[in-house]
């Protein structure tokens, strides 16, 4: 069962280009997350989804946005990357209610 | 603010027991989770506690004091295997979650 998968797995940008991280579930979750992880600090939020057809901000946005046409697809879209957006994204999908998350297995993004 | 505090680093030996603290301050409280991510790996999960006590799963418990804003999770019969990072994160009053820098787990042999 493949779950979460994201693609790419690694990328190297230049500053000022754009990228679109892909994030795709078949476990049929309503709800949809992104997060980016950086040393040091515990996973933040990017911007989340709680059905198909609707979208939030979570605590670190800015730089980003997403899109939740169908219920298994949630792309991150950065438009003009930085430097200080290079991290570890997770995609994440969970049960509406239950909160339990499952993770993608990571895309490694550095802005140059 | 909202705060999770947990130790940055332990260190403990193979089949030995160690226990991993979190402390939380958040506006709210709906349930606090453990996960367990290998270097270089998706986080995974391991235990939810929305009431106060102890939940055991197999080597693995965690306990929760909601009135001092208190968990751990104990992990029993050390395996080299749980090398890891412990991440702690509580859901808030809007249920999202907060989490914790995690905790790097070191055993040795």
């Known amino acids: 069962t493949a779950g979460i998968t994201q693609a790419p797995t690694s990328q190297i940008l230049a500053a000022g280009r754009s990228m679109t991280l892909r994030c795709t579930q078949d476990?049929?979750?309503?709800?949809m997350y992104w997060y980016r992880q950086d040393l040091g600090l515990g996973l933040r939020l990017i911007h989340y989804s709680n059905t198909a057809g609707t979208t939030g901000k979570g605590e670190v946005p800015d730089g980003y946005s997403v899109s939740r046409a169908n219920t298994d697809d949630f792309p991150l879209t950065l438009a003009s990357a930085v430097p200080s957006q290079t991290s570890v994204y997770f995609c994440?999908?969970?049960?509406?209610?239950?909160?339990?998350?499952?993770f993608g297995e990571g895309s490694r993004l550095t802005v140059l | 603010g909202q705060n999770i505090d947990q130790p940055t680093e332990m260190t403990a030996t193979e089949g030995a027991i160690v226990q991993i603290n979190c402390t939380y301050q958040?506006?709210?409280?709906?349930?606090l989770f453990w996960y367990q991510q290998h270097a270089g790996e998706a986080p995974t999960f391991l235990s939810y506690?929305?009431l106060d006590g102890l939940e055991e799963k197999g080597r693995f418990s965690s306990f929760l004091s909601r009135s001092k804003g208190y968990s751990y999770l104990l992990l029993k019969e050390l395996q080299m295997k749980d090398s890891a990072s412990y991440l702690c994160a509580v859901r808030d009053s809007n249920y999202q979650l907060i989490w914790g820098a995690g905790t790097k787990l070191i055993i040795k042999p």
């Open positions: 476990m049929r979750h309503n709800a």
């Open positions: 958040t506006s709210g409280f709906n349930g």
């Open positions: 506690n929305v």
């Open positions: 994440a999908s969970s049960e509406k209610g239950t909160g339990e998350l499952f």
